[in-house]
Nanobody, 124 residues
């Protein structure tokens, strides 16, 4: 079993920045893929970014390219999401997820483990 704990959400004005963290514990593996998803009220849970723990390959949704950066710290078993130039439409609950197969998948159902989520609110 893998436990994921997100932190770093909050309220920020448009144009501001936040950094989310996802600490992994339990039966983690360097072969995992880590993803950040977000879900706004009444909407589906969509992928924001993903990173292969072993290779460092990344994926970004078009809506966040150039503004968000996903990174990992292997020693701390932690994945980060640096969010810059935030917009009101970025407001959502952000979830960290892990997939055991090591490939970068874009659909939420592909991921095996989930954190509890952290709220990000961007005011205009």
């Amino acid at each position: 079993q893998v436990q994921l704990v997100e932190s770093g959400g909050g309220l920020v004005q448009a144009g501001g920045s936040l950094r989310l963290s996802c600490a992994a514990s339990g039966r983690t593996s360097s072969s995992y893929t880590m993803g950040w998803f977000r879900q706004a009220p009444g909407k589906e849970r969509d992928i924001v970014a993903a990173i292969s723990w072993s290779s460092g390959n990344t994926y970004y949704a078009d809506s966040v390219k150039g503004r968000f950066t996903i990174s990992r710290d292997n020693a701390k078993s932690t994945v980060y999401l640096q969010m810059n130039s935030l917009k009101p439409e970025d407001t959502a609950v952000y979830y960290c997820a892990a997939d055991r197969r090591g490939l970068i998948f874009r659909q939420a159902y592909e991921y095996d483990y989930w954190g509890q989520g952290t709220q990000v609110t961007v005011s205009s």
